[in-house]
């Protein structure tokens, strides 16, 4: 299809055609295919709760060999930060002192308030 001789406009209203008609198919494939997984399931007598909520088996997932590529990029869990600044106006808000700071931190800044004064 060649389209270098469509106004600007014309390609406009032919993208807006293009995204509905995705848009269209998208939802038809994906109630389609929820459709026959629904019934794969209930012939099997559960539900799709039953197979997201099930915990998974016991036995050890086979292990690929690691690429290059992903080597490293295993996300470790964080601890909490400890909080080191307490808002005096609500003690049940801190702040670590890592990362932005909070309105309240910024409003206390603002004042010519040392920081030190908010210290847990």
């Not at 848009?23 to 459709?35: E, G």
């Not at 600044?85 to 049940?92: I, V």
């Amino acid at each position: 299809m060649d389209l270098s001789s469509y106004s600007l406009p014309e390609l406009r209203r032919l993208q807006a055609k293009v995204e509905t008609e995705i848009r269209r198919r998208s939802d038809s494939t994906r109630r389609t295919l929820l459709k026959q997984v629904q019934k794969l399931v209930a012939e099997q007598g559960l539900t799709l709760d039953d197979l997201i909520d099930t915990p998974a088996p016991a036995a050890a997932p086979a292990k690929a060999p690691a690429s290059k590529a992903k080597r490293g990029t295993a996300k470790k869990s964080k601890a909490p930060s400890v909080i080191k600044y307490r808002n005096p106006a609500n003690p049940e808000q801190g702040w670590s002192g890592h990362g932005r700071r909070p309105q309240w931190v910024l409003d206390w800044l603002a004042q010519d308030k040392p920081l030190e004064e908010l210290a847990a």
